[in-house]
């Protein structure tokens, strides 16, 4: 079946919730939000490329950092309302100079941190 | 620092995204939705507990499947606005019998169903 990302449910802002995951370790990264545009320019160029929804455009992931997510695979989920995609992540996925924005866990009722920045 | 489930950041509807990750594989399972009761509820009982958008409900992951969540980690992301819950996952986490909810992937501009259904 083809796919046409025009296809796929959106919310009332027009945008999917998106997940990263490193292809290779299989670590989470960053979840962040795409419009069908997104989609479809994404899977043209290879490049991973979200919906800012903070500056209102097109924020295609380390174009001005570096830190650039090279698009492994694309999944779509059962309900076609959320999407995975396997990434090569250069450096931090995090604004946080972090590899993975996930890096706060909540034990014993307390936040621990368990990662630093990255030092280039 | 403490945890409170009220300094995350959640949407116009009091809720946040919250993707599901086999803590063993690192496959990831499923996305879905919890307001801050659920995830108090979660921490508070090892049972991973969403808030169903459709029921207007709490949505204690198995309790009528048998596919339950144990909870492993709970990791908050930077913004505080996504939640990953790390988890031991008995059966499949799809409600179409699938291990993951991401089972289509969308290859050379088709989509391609990478799993079928458990069977018991």
């Not at 079946?1 to 999917?16: H, K, V």
């Not at 419009?35 to 479809?40: E, L, M, R």
Request: with cysteine.
């Amino acid at each position: 079946m083809s796919f046409d990302p025009e296809t796929l449910r959106y919310d009332a802002a027009g945008l999917i919730p998106t997940i990263a995951q490193d292809a290779d370790s299989g670590e989470v990264l960053m979840m962040a939000w795409m419009n069908a545009d997104a989609v479809a320019q994404t899977l043209e160029t290879g490049k991973v490329t979200y919906w800012s929804r903070s500056r209102q455009a097109f924020w295609i992931k380390g174009e001005t950092s570096g830190h650039t997510q090279e698009l492994i695979d694309l999944r779509v989920d059962c309900d076609r309302d959320c999407l995975l995609v396997m990434v090569r992540q250069v450096g931090p996925a995090c604004h946080t100079n972090r590899r993975s924005c996930f890096y706060t866990a909540v034990r014993d009722g307390a936040e621990v941190e368990l990662s630093q920045p990255m030092t280039d």
